[in-house]
């Protein structure tokens, strides 16, 4: 194979010529990319079928939902250096063959400790496929116009990708197993795999470069503390001993790594990657935003399945809307105005209108009001993630040398998954702790009123009520994240629109081809 079609940008001919079959590498790319994002959902309403069949307590159900996560947020960073050190093609293609092999394990489990496992094992390819997705799609498209609706596609399947799953995941459940929410995975990396070797064509790796084990060992064990003791805060709380040893020591572990990395010959993260201003704003902002979005995801699927009685089919579509609109912000708005406006002018006002569909959420009660509240809420909600998701990935990824374009979307997407880790723990145990306290208080209430003779009809609205409660009480904090997204998003992401030029943000997009 020539050095011309191996090159980055996926030139094909002479020096500059646009590869003709860019387009079904996007193709390709998305397909992996959905699969990723739509696995951390697709199992939640297969959930309580596999708890039944394997034989799982409430306490070991969690694992199926965290051992993923945990392996995924931890490892990114790891995947990411992978990438940069043996190739991003060859990072891809190994992580789609591993995640389908996983996906396979994890559908045939017999127990809950072997689907523990494979999906643990699915996170841990995830964390090497899903950098190396973004990065060849960096590397592809460097026309500021081309980059722009490429960007806009993969926003749109990575913000929709967790209600998508939640629709596969109903039907799949309903009509078929649970078991095929895990390998459903495997034809989508089969042909994904065949897509790859076919239409993505990329530089070879770095192998000069050498892994920074101690960075690797300090990053990953402080994300995996801080993830892990969220996930344990929900039945613990916050106060127990576990939870505050794990929190505090993956703050330092963090703080040994970042110190580690100003000193480290190869660091696994170079801190001149966070250093950017434009950049760290970017991260920062998506992390916030995804704290505020899981949490949603989380409360509405209940609310809809537990308070309403939807079936999971019936739960799975009624996220169609939020779906479609963060397609529309992100493929029609943000791709059209990226290039004429700053990052910003889209950031800001996309978390504003998200913030408002959150705080119209807050009024729900436990009667019925999907189109009066959880419709239109969903049309902001899905609005606004679509202007935020599309400039963020563009301003986090552009300008970056080829030999960090890995590392940085591993960034991209640490940010996402942590933060969507940290929002389901912390918004979950708010909502929790506040329903338990309604619940209590209104019980005894109710009780006194009714001389202590309360009917099992009077005892479930008293209860249908505090989950509510505890579900608008926890949104609310999350309109108040997402708020502090948009100030987080302007003040610290300055960067030009691509047409005025820059050197940071998405104002050079096809810097990191250039100066390979």
């Known amino acids: 194979m020539s050095q011309s079609r191996t090159q980055g940008s996926g ?6 010529e646009p590869d003709p079959r860019r387009w079904w590498g996007l193709v390709v790319i998305a397909l992996a990319q959905l699969m990723v994002v739509l696995d951390a959902t697709i199992v939640n309403i297969a959930l309580p079928s596999a708890q039944r069949e394997l034989h799982m307590s409430d306490a070991n159900r969690q694992w199926v939902i965290t051992a993923y996560t945990l392996a995924f947020g931890g490892l990114l960073l790891l995947g990411g250096r992978i990438a940069d050190l043996v190739g991003r093609k060859r990072a891809f293609e190994v992580g789609l063959v591993g995640f389908a092999i996983a996906s396979a394990l994890g559908g045939a489990a017999s127990g809950q400790g072997l689907l523990f496992g494979a999906r643990a094992l699915q996170g841990a390819f995830a964390a090497m496929l899903a950098p190396s997705a973004l990065s060849l799609l960096t590397t ?5 116009k081309e980059r722009g609706k490429a960007f806009g596609i993969y926003g749109a399947i990575a913000g929709g990708g967790s209600a998508i799953g939640l629709i596969a995941g109903g039907l799949l459940t309903e009509y078929l197993d649970w078991r095929w929410c895990l390998y459903v995975n495997v034809p989508i990396a089969v042909v994904a795999i065949a897509g790859a070797w076919v239409f993505l064509h990329d530089r070879r790796g770095h192998g000069e470069a050498r892994l920074d084990v101690p960075g690797a060992v300090l990053g990953c064990g402080g994300l995996v503390a801080i993830v892990y003791g969220c996930s344990e805060a929900q039945p613990r709380g916050w106060g127990d001993g576990l939870v505050v040893g794990l929190l505090v020591g993956g703050v330092v ?8 990395q ?11 990657i966070v250093r950017d201003r434009n950049r760290a704003g970017a991260f920062l902002t998506m992390a916030l935003a995804v704290i505020a979005m899981f949490g949603m995801f989380l409360f509405m699927t209940y609310y809809l399945q537990v308070v309403l009685g939807y079936s999971p089919v019936k739960t799975g579509m009624a996220f169609l809307p939020v779906t479609a609109a963060i397609i529309v912000g992100s493929t029609q708005i943000s791709a059209r105005l990226l290039h004429h406006l700053p990052p910003r002018a889209l950031m800001v006002p996309g978390a504003v209108f998200a913030a408002a569909g959150l705080f119209w959420l807050t009024t729900l009660t436990a009667e ?28 986090a990824t552009s300008g970056v040398a080829p030999q960090d374009s890995g590392v940085t979307s591993a960034t991209v997407n640490t940010a996402q998954q942590v933060g969507g880790s940290i929002g389901t723990a912390l918004l979950n145990t708010i909502a929790t702790s506040t329903s338990a306290t309604y619940i209590g208080s209104h019980l005894a209430t109710a009780a006194r009123e009714a001389g202590g003779r309360l009917t099992p009809a009077m005892r479930e609205g008293v209860v249908k009520d505090g989950v509510v409660h505890g579900f608008t009480v926890a949104i609310g904090w999350g309109a108040g994240i997402m708020l502090l997204a948009a100030v987080v998003a302007g003040v610290m992401v300055n960067g030009k629109a691509p047409k005025h030029g820059g050197a940071s943000g998405p104002s050079a997009p096809g810097a990191a081809a250039d100066r390979g």
């Open 140 to 144: 592809t498209f460097t026309d500021g």
């Open 262 to 272: 100003g000193r480290a010959r190869s660091p696994l993260l170079p801190l001149h």
């Open 253 to 260: 572990l963090l703080a040994l790594f970042a110190w580690w």
């Open 368 to 395: 019925p009001a999907y189109v009066s509240h959880v419709l239109p809420s969903e049309l902001l909600i899905g609005l606004g993630m679509g202007l935020i998701f599309m400039p963020v990935m563009s301003t």
């Open 11 to 16: 030139a094909v001919g002479g020096a500059g």
